[in-house]
C-alpha cells in the first residue's frame, strides 16, 4: 500500500507551495494531455464505428460518444463568434450540426486528424446559421416568435383562400390587432439588409441609392461663398460696400458712383485694389 502510494505524494507537495506563476505553467501541459486523450479516443471510436452497420443501436452509441468526445472542439470554433451578439447555446447547437455532419463524412484511412477535417465544417454551419437566419436588425423577442406565428398564418390562410390574405384576416386568425400583424411583417423584412445599390425589382428601375435626392447646384458655390465671407472682412469698410453694391445689388459702376458721391474712374480702381487684396489673402489659390 505505501508503494502505490508513494509516487502521489510528490507532486501534491508544489501544488500547494507553488508560486502564482506556477498555475499556468501547469495549465498548458493538462491541456495538451486533454487534447491528446481526445485525439487517442476519437481514433478508437472511429475505428470500432467502421466495423459496425449504421443505423444498429451500438453504431448509434459509438456516434454519439464520438459527438460528445469532440463538443470542446465546437465550443472552441463558437467562442470566435463571440462578438456577435448571439446566444452563444444557439451558436454550440448549430457547430454541433457541422460537427454531426463531419463525424459522418469522416474517413479516418485517408490519415487525417480529425479536429483538423472538422473545424472547417464546423465554422462552415456556424458562417452559414449567420448568413441565414441572423436578422441584420435586432427586433424584441415577443415580436420575433409572433412573426413566426404571422408567418405560418399567412401560409395556412393562401392554401385555404387561394390568394394572399389580407392583414384583417390574418389578424382575425391570430386574434391581434392589425397593426400587431403589420409590426411582424415588417420584423420579417430585418433578417436580409437590401443594398442601396440593387436594383429595384419588377419596376426596372434603378437603385434606390439612385433615386435617393439629387445634385444641387447650389452646393457647388457654398464653399467659395464662405472663402469670400472671410476675406470680405478683412477689407476696408468702404471697399466692403463697393462690392457689395456692385455683385450683390447688381449696380452699374456709374450707378455706384453716384450712390457713394465718387467718380466712376475711383470706383473703378477701388474695385481693382480690392480685387488684388483679394487674391493675396486667398491662401487657397496662392
Same mark, same amino acid.
Given at each position: 500500500? %505505501?508503494? !502505490?502510494?508513494?509516487?502521489?505524494?510528490?507532486?501534491?507537495?508544489p501544488?500547494?507551495?507553488?508560486p502564482?506563476?506556477?498555475?499556468p505553467?501547469?495549465?498548458?501541459?493538462?491541456?495538451? &494531455?486533454?487534447g491528446?486523450?481526445?485525439?487517442a479516443?476519437t =481514433? #478508437?471510436?472511429?475505428a470500432?464505428?467502421?466495423?459496425?452497420?449504421?443505423?444498429? %443501436?451500438?453504431? !448509434?452509441?459509438v456516434?454519439?460518444a $464520438?459527438?460528445?468526445?469532440?463538443?470542446?472542439?465546437v465550443?472552441?470554433?463558437?467562442?470566435?463568434?463571440?462578438?456577435?451578439?448571439?446566444p452563444?447555446?444557439d451558436?454550440i =447547437?448549430?457547430?454541433t450540426?457541422?460537427?454531426?455532419n463531419?463525424?459522418?463524412?469522416f474517413?479516418?484511412?485517408?490519415?487525417?486528424?480529425?479536429?483538423?477535417?472538422?473545424? %472547417?465544417?464546423?465554422v462552415? /454551419?456556424?458562417k &452559414?446559421?449567420?448568413r441565414d437566419?441572423?436578422?441584420t436588425?435586432?427586433v424584441p423577442?415577443r415580436?420575433?416568435e409572433?412573426? #413566426?406565428?404571422?408567418?405560418?398564418a399567412t401560409e395556412d390562410?393562401?392554401?385555404?383562400?387561394?390568394?394572399t390574405?389580407?392583414t384583417?384576416?390574418?389578424a382575425? &386568425?391570430l386574434?391581434i390587432?392589425?397593426?400587431?400583424?403589420? !409590426?411582424c411583417i415588417?420584423?420579417?423584412r430585418?433578417?436580409?439588409?437590401t443594398?442601396?445599390e440593387?436594383?429595384?425589382?419588377?419596376?426596372? $428601375?434603378?437603385?434606390l441609392?439612385?433615386?435617393?435626392g439629387?445634385?444641387?447646384?447650389?452646393?457647388?458655390?457654398? /464653399?467659395?461663398?464662405d472663402?469670400v465671407r472671410?476675406?470680405l472682412?478683412q $477689407?476696408?469698410?468702404r471697399? =466692403?460696400?463697393?462690392?457689395?453694391?456692385?455683385y450683390y445689388s447688381?449696380?452699374?459702376?456709374? =450707378?455706384?458712383?453716384a450712390?457713394?458721391g465718387? !467718380?466712376?474712374?475711383?470706383?473703378s480702381?477701388?474695385?481693382?485694389?480690392s480685387?488684388a487684396?483679394?487674391?493675396?489673402?486667398?491662401?487657397?489659390?496662392?
Amino acid at each position: 500500500m %505505501p508503494a !502505490s502510494t508513494a509516487p502521489h505524494a510528490p507532486p501534491q507537495a508544489p501544488a500547494q507551495t507553488a508560486p502564482p506563476e506556477g498555475p499556468p505553467a501547469q495549465d498548458a501541459p493538462e491541456g495538451r &494531455r486533454r487534447g491528446a486523450d481526445t485525439r487517442a479516443l476519437t =481514433q #478508437v471510436l472511429f475505428a470500432q464505428l467502421k466495423e459496425l452497420d449504421p443505423g444498429t %443501436p451500438e453504431h !448509434s452509441r459509438v456516434r454519439g460518444a $464520438l459527438i460528445e468526445a469532440n463538443l470542446p472542439l465546437v465550443r472552441y470554433a463558437a467562442a470566435r463568434f463571440r462578438s456577435r451578439n448571439e446566444p452563444m447555446e444557439d451558436v454550440i =447547437q448549430v457547430g454541433t450540426i457541422g460537427l454531426i455532419n463531419a463525424i459522418d463524412r469522416f474517413d479516418p484511412d485517408r490519415g487525417v486528424q480529425f479536429p483538423t477535417f472538422a473545424m %472547417p465544417t464546423v465554422v462552415g /454551419e456556424i458562417k &452559414r446559421y449567420f448568413r441565414d437566419n441572423v436578422r441584420t436588425v435586432h427586433v424584441p423577442r415577443r415580436l420575433h416568435e409572433l412573426w #413566426v406565428q404571422v408567418n405560418s398564418a399567412t401560409e395556412d390562410l393562401t392554401t385555404s383562400f387561394g390568394r394572399t390574405p389580407t392583414t384583417a384576416e390574418i389578424a382575425e &386568425r391570430l386574434r391581434i390587432t392589425e397593426d400587431e400583424v403589420l !409590426s411582424c411583417i415588417e420584423a420579417g423584412r430585418s433578417y436580409h439588409a437590401t443594398s442601396l445599390e440593387a436594383a429595384q425589382e419588377g419596376d426596372g $428601375l434603378p437603385g434606390l441609392l439612385d433615386r435617393l435626392g439629387y445634385e444641387d447646384p447650389a452646393l457647388d458655390g457654398v /464653399e467659395h461663398r464662405d472663402l469670400v465671407r472671410h476675406l470680405l472682412v478683412q $477689407l476696408p469698410e468702404r471697399e =466692403q460696400r463697393i462690392l457689395l453694391l456692385r455683385y450683390y445689388s447688381n449696380l452699374t459702376q456709374s =450707378q455706384i458712383s453716384a450712390e457713394l458721391g465718387v !467718380s466712376q474712374m475711383h470706383v473703378s480702381r477701388l474695385l481693382a485694389r480690392s480685387f488684388a487684396r483679394l487674391r493675396s489673402a486667398n491662401r487657397i489659390e496662392a
